[in-house]
């Protein structure tokens, strides 16, 4: 993970507006939502049982380093956003058998929610 992913979810972890570079938090107290920007555009929105995803309009590997950033920290482990055939898809958690653990794939929308 990049330091400066590191520092956003510090900066979400601590309920904190931040801003670094390319990449900014802003924390909503009346709806206790982190809202991270990248380069201006909403990529994410996340709150305490949920996190919503967007590409912020642009698909790019950046967009998709810092929402799996996120995943690792706030999702399932193994969920996350993926990109095959430059078609994006989005990897989600269903369950396990026998102790391996079971995932769905689906294409990327914005606004997909991981619970």
Same mark, same amino acid.
């Given at each position: 993970?990049?330091?400066? #992913? /590191? @520092?956003?979810?510090? !900066?979400? =972890?601590?309920s904190?507006n %931040?801003q670094?570079a &390319?990449?900014?938090?802003?924390? $909503? #107290?009346?709806?206790n ?7 201006? =555009?909403?990529? !994410? ?10 590409? +912020?309009? %642009? @698909?790019t590997?950046?967009t998709?380093?810092?929402? &799996?950033?996120?995943? /690792? ?5 193994? #969920?996350?956003?993926? @990109?095959? $055939?430059? @078609? %994006?898809?989005?990897?989600?958690f269903?369950g !396990?058998? &026998? +102790? ?6 689906? #294409?990327?929308? $914005?606004?997909?929610?991981? !619970?």
């Amino acid at each position: 993970m990049r330091k400066i #992913e /590191s @520092q956003m979810i510090a !900066a979400i =972890n601590s309920s904190k507006n %931040w801003q670094s570079a &390319n990449t900014s938090v802003h924390f $909503n #107290e009346e709806s206790n939502t982190s809202i991270v920007r990248l380069h201006g =555009n909403k990529i !994410a929105e996340v709150t305490d049982d949920s996190m919503t995803i967007f590409d +912020g309009g %642009w @698909q790019t590997t950046t967009t998709k380093s810092r929402l &799996n950033a996120l995943c /690792s920290q706030f999702c399932i482990t193994g #969920e996350g956003a993926f @990109q095959k $055939n430059f @078609q %994006w898809y989005v990897r989600l958690f269903v369950g !396990a058998i &026998n +102790g391996k653990q079971i995932y769905k794939t689906e #294409e990327f929308t $914005n606004g997909y929610i991981f !619970a």
